[in-house]
C-alpha cells in the first residue's frame, strides 16, 4: 500500500520489483482489516514463590465477578491534571473505553461498567505517584510513578474474535548457579469456567518462544502468563505478543 507524503513521495514498504511487503509490518501500519496486534508487557521486582501473572502487585490477580465502575486515584496530589485512557470488556466481553481526569488523591469514578481491564495508560502528563483503578478496595490495575502504562501480563480476548500467541520472552535477575530457577506457566480460563494450564516450563535467566504455528484463544478467555520463582524472589519482565482476528461471521 502507497502512502503519499507530505512532499509528494510515495512511501511504500515493498520492493520495487516483488511489490511485496511482510504481513506483521502491514499489520502494524493497520492495513489489514479485521485484524491487530495484542503487545503484553510486564514487570514486577519481587516476584515469590507463587505463581502469579506479572503486574505492579506481586501477588495474584482476581478478575470483577461482575461489570463495576472502577475508581481510579494518584497516591500523589500533584497527578491533577494528567488523564488516564482505561480499556477493558463490559460484561459482554466487548470491548469498551474511556479516557478518565485524576484529580490527584481524589477518587474519580468511570462512565462504563468493566468486566475486565486489559490495560491503563497515559493520555496525557506523566504520573508522579501510584495510579490505581479499583472497586471495593480491591485493584484491577495500576500504573508505577513515572511509566506511564500498566506492566500487567494478562489479557482476555474480546467478544467475536480469536487471540493468536504468536512470542514470550521472559527475563529475570536470577543467574546460572545452584539450583534456583524461575518457573513460566500460561493459566487460560474460558467464558464458561474450564481452566487449562496450557503450558508449564523451569528456566533460569531467560526464557523465549517464538511459535511457527500462533496457538489460539477464543472470545472470553482469561489468559494470565504467571511466573514464579522456587525459592526466595526475583525480578522478572515478561513481553507477549499476538494477533487479534476477528471471527468470520461477525462483520
Do not use: C
Not at 488523591?105 to 495510579?131: E, H, K
Request: proline share 4%.
Amino acid at each position: 500500500m502507497a502512502t503519499i507524503t507530505s512532499t509528494g513521495a510515495v512511501n511504500q514498504s515493498i520492493t520495487r520489483v516483488g511489490r511485496y511487503e511482510p504481513f506483521n509490518l502491514q499489520l502494524a501500519r493497520g492495513q489489514i482489516s479485521l485484524h491487530s496486534q495484542v503487545n503484553v508487557f510486564g514487570y514486577q521486582a519481587a516476584v515469590g514463590t507463587t505463581a502469579v501473572p506479572i503486574w505492579e502487585n506481586a501477588t495474584a490477580y482476581v478478575y470483577p465477578s461482575t461489570a463495576v465502575v472502577m475508581t481510579l486515584v494518584s497516591s500523589s496530589a500533584s497527578d491533577n491534571a494528567i488523564s488516564v485512557l482505561i480499556s477493558g470488556l463490559d460484561a459482554s466481553y466487548n470491548p469498551i473505553s474511556e479516557t478518565v481526569a485524576l484529580n490527584g488523591t481524589t477518587n474519580v469514578n468511570t462512565v462504563n461498567s468493566y468486566f475486565r481491564i486489559n490495560s491503563l495508560s497515559l493520555a496525557t502528563g506523566t504520573n508522579i505517584g501510584t495510579i490505581t483503578a479499583k472497586n471495593g478496595g480491591t485493584t484491577y490495575a495500576a500504573i508505577n510513578p513515572g511509566i506511564g502504562k500498566s506492566q500487567n501480563s494478562w489479557y482476555t480476548v474480546p467478544a467475536g474474535n480469536t487471540f493468536y500467541l504468536n512470542r514470550v520472552q521472559i527475563s529475570s535477575n536470577l543467574s546460572y548457579a545452584g539450583s534456583v530457577y524461575n518457573y513460566y506457566q500460561v493459566y487460560a480460563k474460558t467464558s464458561s469456567g474450564l481452566v487449562l494450564v496450557v503450558l508449564q516450563q523451569p528456566f533460569v535467566s531467560t526464557f523465549s518462544v517464538q511459535r511457527q504455528t500462533p496457538f489460539p484463544y477464543a472470545a472470553g478467555t482469561d489468559l494470565q502468563f504467571q511466573v514464579s520463582t522456587s525459592t526466595g524472589t526475583s525480578a522478572v519482565g515478561i513481553v507477549v505478543e499476538g494477533f487479534l482476528i476477528q471471527n468470520d461471521g461477525t462483520l
